[in-house]
């Protein structure tokens, strides 16, 4: 079932609102992507070696998990 006739049928907002949030979704978008890619250099420059500390981080979690499980039985 579509929203849209429920938007349609009882307004919470108006025309106006509802184009001032596409319109501030859009704009918000094509710059948070503009600003990730200028920086996207930086980036990897700086941050070499963060996707090891988040594979530990899992490890680390998921090794919690199996004493929490293997304590239980």
Do not use: E, T
């Not at 250099?41 to 499980?69: D, E, M, R, S, T």
């Amino acid at each position: 079932m579509s929203a849209l006739p429920l938007v349609l049928k009882d307004p919470m907002f108006s025309s106006g609102q509802i184009n001032f949030g596409i319109g501030f979704f859009l704009v918000f978008v094509v710059i948070i992507s503009f600003m990730y890619l200028k920086d996207k250099k930086l980036h990897k420059k700086n941050y070499k070696g963060v996707f090891w500390i988040l594979i530990g981080f899992i490890a680390f979690i998921l090794l919690l998990v199996a004493i929490k499980f293997g304590l239980q039985k």
